[in-house]
């Protein structure tokens, strides 16, 4: 299985990015995919989850209202649209394929498989 993350970038504070990542190796359509990020010299952190059906949605405090992720079984690919970005959004971005169809884990070792990360820097 590969994720392939892409999107990341710089941007001043108020200002939107969107990520994406194209997955392959198996059915796409299958697996409840999430997005994490991890700044530095912090943990890991779960920021968003979206069911294989795409139905069902979940996102931490913290982006709740600002981001949101959503999914295109037909191209592999997860989104994650990112807007009024603030300062302390500034991380690496990682997108995730979990073992299951829904989100069961919010932590990083419920997933089994990770994009390359991307950096997303917002300036203040």
């Known amino acids: 299985v590969q994720l392939q993350a892409s999107g990341g970038g710089s941007v001043q504070a108020g200002g939107s990015l969107r990520l994406s990542c194209v997955a392959s190796g198996r059915t796409f359509s299958e697996y409840a995919m999430a997005w994490f990020r991890q700044a530095p010299g912090k943990e890991r952190e779960f920021i968003a989850g979206?069911?294989?059906?795409?139905?069902?949605?979940y996102y931490a405090d913290s982006v709740q209202g600002r981001f949101t992720i959503s999914r295109d079984n037909a191209k592999n690919t997860v989104y994650l649209q990112m807007n009024s970005l603030k300062p302390e959004d500034t991380a690496v971005y990682y997108c995730?394929?979990?073992?299951?169809?829904?989100?069961?884990?919010?932590?990083?070792?419920?997933?089994?498989?990770w994009g390359q990360g991307t950096l997303v820097t917002v300036s203040s």
């Open positions: 995730a394929s979990s073992q299951w169809r829904s989100i069961r884990a919010r932590t990083a070792t419920g997933y089994g498989y």
């Open positions: 979206i069911s294989a059906s795409g139905i069902l949605r």
